[in-house]
Structure formats: structure tokens, C-alpha cells
């Protein structure tokens, strides 16, 4: 079998890696126990191999180039799979440590993610979590995420998805609005109502409403209002809250509301429907185990 690399050229990408964590060659050099000249030696032989600039270097402090951005991401990824595989043979996977970084989007963060998270870090006292609540879709190499947490069936085959839930949903209004407008009691009664949409931010279009005939058909509620959310779906609920229509949203979501008389439930008839959600991660990543575990609790916190 042909060597790829030898350990010098090892040694090289690690002290790319702390070089670039810190932002310094001299810092690297006093973490790694070297002197600067030969931690800057390192990656100049580095960057010959390679044929690029890694990084550029003022007389303060060093950047990574854009190919430095990428190179890195990937080396990063590589050397923390060396690590895992050594805590697998020594028996230290019993005890995951080291950072996850998380993107999901706002709903399901701070209604789902958010929430277990106190319990997580206490369950698991040597994981550090970096959490990105967003809607945008994320690019796990160039953004450098473990995992993402998403609505939907995964369109993507490079992907890998374990769904978390079927999550289902109801049509809310407050108090005070069902008592000036009654309780609708079906689909005619329904399209009389102010019914606040959600605007889907991947494709601009309205998201229709989701609801069961009483004999079991599936029906995709369309509608035309003059109410509509973009974005953020947690307004929808605010605004539903405050008495200006009907809003269909995720029983986790509204919960509390309910509870507190903020909001009541109508069409139970026409319930019953769900939306998937699935954690996400690239299909030739080796989940470590910090990321096994991140996953499993927060699987088993919403099951």
C-alpha cells in the first residue's frame, strides 16, 4: 500500500489547524510547544505541497484565504475523526467530549432544541454546543456544522436523515376572536374567517393548511388572505394571539398558550395531520460521539 502522507506532512495540517484557531502562528507555536519560526516553516512547506496560499499574513496576524477557509474545514473534520477512532480503542467513547455545532430552524429551536438543552449539558458535562437558530439552509463544509434540524422530507441524497418526530398541527384563535367571530365548524365556515398565512422563505409561496375530511381523506387547505407571514412563524402565533384570525401551527408550539387561555383549538374534526422533522448531516461524515449522543437525547426528549 502507497503512503499518502507521512507524519511530517501530518504534523503540518495539525499545526495548520491550531494556526488557524487562533489566529497566530506564534500562538499555535506556544500551544503546540514549538517556536514560530518553525510552526511558519511548517506551513510554508504545507502551502508548497499544496500549491496555494493558505493563509495571509500581515505583521499583527494571519487570516486563512478563501482556499485556507476550505482546506481547513476539512482538515479540522479529518483530524477530529482520528480522535474519535483513538477514543473508540481505548475505551473513552463512553464519555463524549468536545463541540457540536447545530443549525435548526427558529421554530423548532426555541420550542424543541432550546428546551432540552440544560438537561443535555448536565447529562454530558464534557460537550460544548454551538447553536445557530436560522431559517437559511447551511453548507456543512464551508459553515462547519455537525448536523442541521429541518422541516420535511430531505431532498438532498448527499444527506443523511434520521426523523426526530411527526409533528402535528391545529388551527388556533383567541378567546376574544372566537367570541366576535363564532367557531368555525367546516371548510365553507372556515373560508369566512381571517386566516393569517405563512409565507414559505425557500420558495416565496403561501403554505396551505393542512387538514383530514371526518371520513379520513387528506385535504391541502389553499386560501387567499390578506393577512400573511414571512419568515418567522412564531409571528403568526403572536398575531393569532392577539385576536387577529386563525393561524395553523404545531401543538409543541402552542402548548402553553392553550394552557394559559391564549388560545383555543377549532376544527378538531379536521385533525390529525402532521409535518416531519429530520436531523440532517453529510452522508461520508462519521457521526462522533458527541454527535451520536446529541441526537439520541434530544430523539428521545421529543418522543
Same mark, same amino acid.
Given at each position: 500500500?502507497?503512503?499518502?502522507?507521512?507524519? $511530517?506532512?501530518?504534523?503540518?495540517?495539525?499545526?495548520?489547524?491550531?494556526?488557524?484557531?487562533?489566529?497566530?502562528?506564534?500562538?499555535?507555536?506556544?500551544?503546540?510547544?514549538?517556536?514560530?519560526?518553525?510552526?511558519?516553516? @511548517?506551513?510554508a #512547506?504545507?502551502e508548497?505541497?499544496?500549491?496555494?496560499?493558505?493563509?495571509?499574513?500581515?505583521?499583527?496576524?494571519?487570516?486563512?484565504?478563501?482556499?485556507?477557509?476550505?482546506?481547513?474545514?476539512?482538515?479540522?473534520?479529518?483530524?477530529? /475523526?482520528?480522535?474519535?477512532?483513538?477514543?473508540?480503542?481505548?475505551?473513552?467513547?463512553a464519555?463524549?467530549?468536545?463541540?457540536? #455545532?447545530v443549525? $435548526?430552524?427558529?421554530?423548532?429551536?426555541?420550542?424543541?432544541?432550546?428546551?432540552?438543552?440544560?438537561?443535555?449539558?448536565?447529562?454530558?458535562?464534557?460537550?460544548?454546543?454551538?447553536?445557530?437558530? @436560522?431559517?437559511?439552509? $447551511? %453548507?456543512?463544509?464551508? %459553515?462547519?456544522? %455537525?448536523?442541521?434540524?429541518?422541516?420535511?422530507?430531505?431532498r438532498?441524497?448527499?444527506?443523511?436523515?434520521?426523523?426526530?418526530?411527526e409533528?402535528?398541527?391545529?388551527?388556533?384563535?383567541?378567546?376574544?376572536?372566537?367570541? #366576535?367571530?363564532?367557531?368555525?365548524?367546516?371548510?365553507?365556515?372556515?373560508?369566512?374567517?381571517?386566516?393569517?398565512?405563512?409565507?414559505?422563505? @425557500?420558495?416565496?409561496?403561501?403554505?396551505?393548511?393542512?387538514?383530514?375530511?371526518?371520513?379520513?381523506?387528506?385535504?391541502?387547505?389553499?386560501?387567499?388572505?390578506?393577512?400573511?407571514?414571512?419568515?418567522?412563524?412564531?409571528?403568526?402565533?403572536?398575531w393569532?394571539?392577539?385576536?387577529?384570525?386563525?393561524?395553523?401551527?404545531?401543538?409543541?408550539?402552542?402548548?402553553?398558550?392553550?394552557?394559559?387561555? /391564549?388560545l $383555543?383549538?377549532?376544527?378538531?374534526?379536521?385533525?390529525?395531520?402532521?409535518?416531519?422533522?429530520?436531523?440532517?448531516?453529510?452522508?461520508? #461524515?462519521?457521526? @462522533?460521539?458527541?454527535?451520536?449522543?446529541?441526537?439520541?437525547?434530544?430523539? %428521545?426528549?421529543?418522543?
Amino acid at each position: 500500500m502507497t503512503r499518502t502522507f507521512d507524519p $511530517v506532512q501530518l504534523g503540518s495540517i495539525e499545526l495548520f489547524c491550531k494556526a488557524a484557531e487562533l489566529g497566530s502562528f506564534t500562538g499555535a507555536a506556544e500551544a503546540l510547544g514549538l517556536t514560530p519560526a518553525s510552526v511558519s516553516r @511548517s506551513i510554508a #512547506r504545507l502551502e508548497a505541497r499544496l500549491g496555494v496560499r493558505l493563509f495571509n499574513r500581515t505583521t499583527r496576524l494571519v487570516r486563512l484565504t478563501a482556499s485556507g477557509e476550505l482546506y481547513h474545514a476539512q482538515c479540522q473534520q479529518a483530524l477530529e /475523526q482520528i480522535a474519535e477512532a483513538e477514543r473508540a480503542i481505548t475505551g473513552q467513547q463512553a464519555r463524549p467530549k468536545g463541540l457540536v #455545532r447545530v443549525s $435548526v430552524g427558529t421554530v423548532y429551536g426555541h420550542h424543541r432544541v432550546v428546551p432540552m438543552l440544560p438537561g443535555f449539558m448536565a447529562a454530558y458535562p464534557g460537550v460544548e454546543v454551538e447553536l445557530n437558530v @436560522s431559517n437559511r439552509n $447551511v %453548507d456543512f463544509v464551508e %459553515d462547519g456544522y %455537525d448536523l442541521a434540524i429541518r422541516l420535511g422530507e430531505p431532498r438532498d441524497s448527499r444527506l443523511v436523515s434520521r426523523k426526530l418526530e411527526e409533528a402535528t398541527v391545529g388551527i388556533f384563535g383567541s378567546p376574544a376572536y372566537l367570541r #366576535r367571530r363564532g367557531k368555525p365548524k367546516s371548510l365553507e365556515d372556515l373560508r369566512q374567517h381571517d386566516l393569517i398565512q405563512f409565507v414559505l422563505p @425557500s420558495t416565496g409561496r403561501t403554505m396551505p393548511w393542512i387538514l383530514r375530511s371526518p371520513d379520513g381523506e387528506d385535504i391541502d387547505f389553499s386560501f387567499k388572505s390578506r393577512q400573511r407571514v414571512h419568515e418567522d412563524v412564531l409571528a403568526g402565533v403572536g398575531w393569532a394571539v392577539a385576536g387577529g384570525g386563525l393561524f395553523q401551527i404545531y401543538h409543541f408550539v402552542v402548548r402553553e398558550a392553550v394552557k394559559a387561555g /391564549q388560545l $383555543v383549538e377549532v376544527m378538531q374534526g379536521h385533525g390529525g395531520r402532521s409535518r416531519p422533522f429530520h436531523v440532517l448531516y453529510p452522508q461520508n #461524515r462519521h457521526l @462522533s460521539a458527541r454527535v451520536r449522543a446529541f441526537v439520541q437525547y434530544l430523539a %428521545d426528549a421529543v418522543s
